[in-house]
């Protein structure tokens, strides 16, 4: 059963275009569950005329007939989750108890995480990590620390809220004054209510999700597992210690949902035909030049989070392969492929040198990174806009070619290829997915 499951993870630093293939494929999937990360991801949805940026609620959220969970293992924010709820409502999107699910056990983004981590990063100055300010470092902090968290069945409590409220801002008083010279305190009270307040709002929605999945699974039910980020902010795997705060591979899926390892699927890893990073970390092809502009320009490449512009560089076929083979994955999607269009020459890194010896593996550790020089290929770009292409035969011949190397570098087929941000904008290629992928 847990065989017809789909598990969507990013190959890459993340804004690989997850959020549109989800979408796809959430028409014939009964669940889709986020199971990592926070308000941090940011997933463009774009239907006819109409563009929805997501950060905490499942992309499956504009399929009628699908429910959306927010698993375990992502970092809550329920201001932001309550705005993006009204947000959608506000448009004629539907979203309630029977479409959307809110782990009891996800852990909450509380007021002092935010200013914790808007604080460290001042701290660092220059050494920092280049986070999103949205308190989900500190988040997961805390959920290890287990005596300074709290979770989303905590809200529909208002004895156990207000006493952990109370408890947690004394010792946050403490070290915010002394570790960074900050002296407001957080008023417990205040917060105490606002949370509160969340609570009465969400709490048809607050559940076992756990529960629920494995229930749905056994009964043969699709689900679709939504990875945020990208696998190169792994916080086991990524380039560390430049990396988000979860595990974003198809390994988190099991703890990050509360199902079995056998209920991951099929893995289908998401990958843009360039890429592209926010924030600060190793970045073997980025272009800090014209051709970078050029692609930032072209794809749109703004943070959906926080606005920032994107670094840019060329295709790299080592790290995505890492990637793909640290989730098993069984085939690619290759975004954004019409971005390229009127390059006359693209290079793909296959390989890195360091101090001029050849690795023979990626090394994800920052500072080997921070001093590959990569080793490319370069293959001929092609002129045509290929925006309204609708099948591989469309391309030209040179789209093929990148397409195909791109493929046989990675070790993986391309099953699905974007060629524009609307949903039909999709073409199916070497893959074994069923079921409607590019329909309206």
């Known amino acids: 059963m847990s065989g017809k499951n789909i598990t969507i993870i990013g190959l890459q630093w993340g804004d690989e275009g997850k959020g549109k293939i989800v979408d796809a494929l959430s028409g014939d999937c009964r669940y889709v ?31 009628t007939g699908v429910r959306n969970v927010i698993g375990n293992g992502v970092a809550f924010d329920p201001e932001v989750a309550v705005e993006e709820i009204e947000g959608l409502r506000s448009r004629g999107v539907e979203v309630g108890d029977e479409n959307l699910a809110i782990s009891s056990a996800a852990n909450v983004v509380m007021p002092w995480h935010k200013l914790a981590d808007r604080l460290n990063e001042t701290r660092l100055g220059a050494g920092k990590i280049g986070t999103t300010a949205r308190g989900i470092g500190p988040l997961y902090s805390d959920k290890a620390t287990r005596t300074l968290a709290v979770r989303a069945g905590d809200l529909l409590d208002a004895d156990v809220l207000k006493g952990k409220v109370a408890r947690i801002a004394e010792v946050k008083n403490a070290i915010f004054s002394a570790l960074y010279g900050h002296t407001e305190p957080i008023d417990a009270e205040a917060v105490a209510g606002k949370y509160l307040d969340y609570g ?30 990208g696998s190169m902010l792994d916080i086991d795997h990524g380039t560390f210690p430049f990396v988000t705060s979860s595990s974003v591979t198809a390994c988190g899926v099991p703890s990050g949902a509360g199902v079995s390892p056998k209920s991951v699927g099929r893995v289908v890893g998401i990958a843009k035909a360039y890429t592209s990073r926010v ?9 800090d030049n014209e051709i970078g502009n050029r692609l930032r320009e072209r794809g749109r490449e703004y943070g959906t989070t926080t606005g920032r512009p994107r670094r840019c560089g060329w295709f790299d076929a080592t790290a995505v392969r890492y990637a793909a083979d640290l989730s098993g994955v069984d085939e690619l999607a290759l975004m954004l492929l019409d971005v390229l ?84 904008q999709t073409i199916l290629y070497d893959t074994q997915l069923q079921g409607p992928v590019a329909g309206g």
Not at 35 to 62: M, Q, R, W
Not at 204 to 228: K, L, N, P, Q, Y
Not at 279 to 287: K, N, S
Not at 366 to 372: L, T, Y
């Open 341 to 424: 269009s009127g390059f006359e020459t693209l290079r793909i890194c296959t390989g890195y040198r360091v101090d001029g010896v050849d690795l023979g593996v990626f090394d994800s550790v920052a500072a080997v990174m921070g001093r590959a020089e990569c080793v490319y290929e370069d293959m001929p770009g092609w002129e045509e806009d290929i925006a309204s292409a609708k099948d591989f035969s469309d391309l030209p011949a040179a789209a093929r070619a990148y397409v195909e190397r791109i493929s046989a570098l990675v070790g993986r087929p391309v099953g699905l290829i974007s060629v524009g941000p609307e949903r039909k």
């Open 200 to 229: 009465k709002q969400l709490g048809g929605m607050i559940t076992d999700t756990g529960a629920v999945i494995r229930r749905a699974i056994s009964e043969g039910s699709r689900v679709c597992f939504e990875g945020g980020q």
């Open 33 to 63: 569950v986020r199971f990592c990360g926070g308000a941090n991801a940011g997933h463009t949805v774009i239907v006819g005329d109409e563009k929805y940026a997501l950060h905490l609620i499942p992309s499956g959220i504009l399929r």
């Open 279 to 287: 924030g600060a970390g190793p970045f073997p092809t980025e272009q």
